[in-house]
């Protein structure tokens, strides 16, 4: 079945950087767009970036443009999400998901940024 497995969230303080990852399963990976949501204190499920099947092009939240990076790696099934210049407002809890397979989710990753 569908999973994702997503990996790299922790403590950082702002201004610093920490690199997602998402192990997904279960279908065709390169033949889909993937995407990148968050789980903040304050909004609902909110969503980060988008990357096409071959990796271009992409789409990026106003709120993270310029400072986090999507990319995947489609030999290995795996999602990343670069983010650089963290501040406070991007604490959450991180999500990858399939665009073709809505209803399937991780457990997430837990991104905190606090000094």
């Known amino acids: 079945q569908v999973q994702f497995v997503e990996s790299g969230g922790g403590l950082v303080h702002p201004g610093g950087s920490l690199r997602l990852s998402c192990a997904a399963s279960?279908?065709?990976?390169?033949?889909?767009?993937m995407r990148w949501y968050r789980q903040t204190p304050a909004k609902e499920r909110e969503l980060v970036a988008t990357?096409?099947?071959?990796?271009?092009?992409?789409y990026y939240a106003a709120s993270v443009k310029g400072r986090f990076s999507i990319s995947r790696d489609n030999a290995k099934s795996m999602l990343f999400l670069q983010m650089d210049s963290l501040k406070p407002e991007d604490t959450g809890v991180y999500y990858c998901?399939?665009?073709?397979?809505?209803?399937?989710w991780g457990q997430g990753t837990q991104v905190t940024v606090s000094s």
């Open positions: 990357i096409s099947g071959a990796g271009d092009p992409t």
């Open positions: 279960g279908f065709n990976f390169s033949l889909v767009r």
């Open positions: 998901m399939a665009v073709d397979f809505m209803n399937s």
